[in-house]
């Protein structure tokens, strides 16, 4: 195999598979990480060009990690990682669920965090690997809903920043992706969606083939390691006392 290889976990559905899509497109050798959507996983696989599924549970760090080992031992050229998959369950920061909370941390930042770890020490990859881990513009917009959903995501921040100032190959590089509300969440229904969608500084509904598309520059490696780009139009610079998937149930 000649073409060079990425890693979407989540990849099966959603934006995960809009990655996927977009450097299948491209001309890269797409493997497609699954947890439950096995059959989603197989048929997108089966419409790409050069594709593969790979199974694992990401609520167990040591498994991500095994995985992404054994990866990095067949592919000849395995120049990115795209940390996709995430868990997005309700607790508050006045009422911290503990099963939330350890689940939130294992699958959004632990596993993720251990994967590149593992990328970074044992891929090959020419002209140096990347990673791209999916973060959310409420890091920068706080508010208490959805806590340990979002204090797992502030510690994959804090992941990596701290894996990009560490890169083995001065070739390779960590970045971050944060997007804004792009697509229906939780128990959103498409009226609540397309007005908590516009609850940015420039009242646009961001697409989510925009987030494929910055995975894709981001491949090129042309930003200094450790940036982050914001897709949000502008909702990080904001100030929203609540999720917004709440402050549209208000106006709805």
Known sequence: MTKPAILVTGGAKRIGALVCRAFAQAGW???????QSRAAAEA??????SAETV???????????????????????????VNSAAVFDHDDAGAISAEVLAHAVAVNAASPARMTAAFLRHARAQGGRRTVDFLDQKLRNINPDFFSYTMAKAALEAAMRMQAMAAPDPRDRVYGIAPGAMMPSFDQVDEE?????????LARLNHPQELAEAALFLSEGHLATGSVLYIDSGQHLMRQPRDVLYLARGLT
């Open 55 to 81: 199974a694992c549970d990401l609520a167990d760090p040591e498994a991500a990690e095994a995985m992404a080992v054994a990866l990095a031992a067949r592919l000849a050229d395995w120049r990115m990682l």
């Open 193 to 201: 969606h397309e007005i908590s969608g516009r609850m940015n500084l």
């Open 29 to 35: 050798h797409v493997v497609i990480h699954y947890g």
């Open 44 to 49: 997108l696989a089966a419409q790409l060009p």
